[in-house]
């Protein structure tokens, strides 16, 4: 299925630090959500990408829960200052939906991660699917990217739908208190953390 651009507007940001910011929205997407891309240009070749997962509770109302708002402000100010793609994803949960999302709280309240709690009320680990933002880049011929991310199986969907993703940076760890279990679990279901602080080596290449 192609995608197209359904709109494409000028908007005003500060965050884009005196660069040309567009919001750009789509139509034929292979679901319905309202997915939305943010362009900070002029982009070089092959453009620094974030797709980012919705996160009501991180992104908007600055939850210390989980790490979402801080990665997205980490990510804007990367673009900002390079030139970039934002795909914002309408996968709230991980794709289970906020009021899902807000179920699962109270088990993680006992101790029970994030991913373990999705499935204990019927839901998968992790429901996202990436096929959305491949049609999204396609559209805005981005095929070949950078992608900003710390999660192998977002990389692995996306070379698969024909996006060819030419180099990885990882995003920062950025740990609190209130997020340390939360950080774990993400370690422990394959996300590329490392962080002495959560006992999470350092990759190899980054010691030697």
Known sequence: MTATIRQRVPIA?????????????????????????????????????????????????GSTRCDCGPQLDEAMKQLAAEGGILLYLRQEGRGIGLYNKIDTYHLQDRQIDTFRANELIGRGADE???????????????????????????????????????????????LTAANAQYLKAKREYGHELHSTELGMAPPRSATA
Do not use: W
């Open 13 to 61: 940001m500060n965050r884009a630090e005196g660069r040309t910011a567009q919001l750009a929205t789509f139509r034929g997407l292979a679901d319905e959500g309202e997915h939305f891309a943010c362009v900070i240009g002029p982009l070089p070749a092959v453009p620094l990408v974030r797709v980012h997962s919705e996160c009501v509770t991180g992104d908007v109302l």
């Open 128 to 174: 996202r699917r990436y096929d959305v933002a491949a049609q999204m880049l396609q559209a805005l011929g981005a095929d070949r990217v950078e992608l900003l991310t710390n999660n192998p199986d977002k990389v692995a969907q996306l070379r698969s739908l024909g996006i060819e993703v030419v180099a990885e940076r990882t995003t920062s760890v950025h």
